[in-house]
């Protein structure tokens, strides 16, 4: 079964920097496309970032492009998200996803697992 745990997310002053980390366990992912998605309060859940298992490529929502990196250790089966230059419009939810298949999509009904979620605030 497939695990996808989050960690890292905090509190930061705007302009910070925080870096948010998904260990995913319970299957090999050299064929799964990796994601993070966010949903403030009383707002749908939207992409910010994804990349294939297998390529060094990424796709970023036009909100993060410039700011945030995503990135993996495929020896440890982590994903990572450094998160730079933070706003307090970042302040949400940051979820990781899963999804079967290398063909990175930016919905989130193409994600078929899901980690818990972790907090992250940005202050002003």
């Known amino acids: 079964q497939v695990q996808l745990v989050e960690s890292g997310g905090g509190l930061v002053q705007a302009g910070g920097s925080l870096r948010l980390s998904c260990t995913a366990s319970g299957r090999t992912f050299s064929t799964y496309t990796m994601g993070w998605f966010r949903q403030a309060p009383g707002k749908e859940r939207e992409f910010v970032a994804a990349?294939?298992?297998?390529?060094?490529?990424?796709t970023y929502a036009d909100s993060v492009k410039g700011r945030f990196t995503i990135s993996k250790d495929n020896a440890k089966n982590i994903v990572y998200l450094q998160m730079n230059s933070l706003k307090p419009e970042d302040t949400a939810v940051y979820y990781c996803?899963?999804?079967?298949?290398?063909?990175?999509?930016?919905?989130?009904?193409?994600?078929?697992?899901w980690g818990q979620g972790i907090q992250v605030t940005v202050s002003s």
């Open positions: 990349m294939s298992w297998s390529a060094a490529s990424a």
């Open positions: 996803a899963a999804r079967v298949s290398l063909i990175v999509t930016t919905a989130k009904y193409g994600y078929n697992y």
